[in-house]
């Protein structure tokens, strides 16, 4: 026995969507019936799916849990699909310095992870593309989770600020380059001022321009 369900909640209001998506979960754990679940919210299938697969243009992106898929996108489809806000991405290229890599973005530079180090060599000098998802963007000028280091802090202008509770998501500009963050509503950020933020490297990404399939 499976259930088909095909985009069920999509005429519904926002709130009343929230509500009959809990009824939906707990209705499947009580029936324990396998379910298909057709939709194109990202929020939905995150909350509600334990294996997601990723569709585009009839093809499967990818098949993972929801977890998988946020953390360890396999391209940039899914990376940019899965998450709200989505994924940034910039333009980038890889540099060795010593036993060191940098990512170079032109606007800024940052420290490739040191455990992707192993698989990086036949990635110097070509086209790529960066990727850090708002939530592992922190304010530099607050205690955070992750300790701001040369390697993994740059400096940037404000350009709008939205705030949301506790979070306020900041939108930021490094020379070409754009940012999203969702920092604490603590953040120091001011429209138009300068702002050090620092990225929790190991949970950048890194895509082959040319592919999108990711790095790591």
């Known amino acids: ?32 019936v396998t379910t298909v679940y057709v939709t194109h919210d990202q929020i939905e299938a ?26 360890h996108p396999a391209n940039m489809f899914v990376a940019g699909f899965i998450g709200t806000p989505s994924m940034n991405f910039v333009p980038a290229q890889l540099k060795k310095e010593g036993s060191s890599y940098i990512v170079d973005c032109g606007s800024f530079q940052l420290a490739a992870p040191k455990e992707q180090t192993g698989k990086l060599d036949n990635w110097v000098g070509k086209k790529l593309v960066f990727g850090v998802r708002p939530g592992d963007i922190f304010d530099a000028g607050l205690t955070n989770s992750v300790a701001s280091t040369p390697e993994n802090t740059i400096d ?13 998501a900041v939108y930021l500009t490094i020379g070409t380059a754009s940012l999203v963050a969702s920092l604490s509503s603590d953040t120091l950020a001011s429209d138009g001022k300068p702002l050090k933020v620092s990225i929790d490297l190991n949970r950048t990404h890194l895509f082959d321009a040319e592919t999108e399939i990711a790095i790591y």
């Open 1 to 32: 026995q499976v259930f088909l369900m095909d985009e069920p909640l999509s005429n519904l209001d926002a709130k009343l969507r929230v509500q009959t998506r809990a009824e939906l979960i707990k209705l499947h754990r009580r029936l324990n």
């Open 46 to 71: 995150m909350t509600m799916g334990q294996r997601i697969a990723v569709m585009k243009d009839g093809h499967i992106m990818q098949c993972d849990s929801p977890m998988q898929l946020f953390r």
């Open 156 to 168: 940037t202008k404000v350009d709008v600020i939205e705030p949301m509770g506790e979070i306020t």
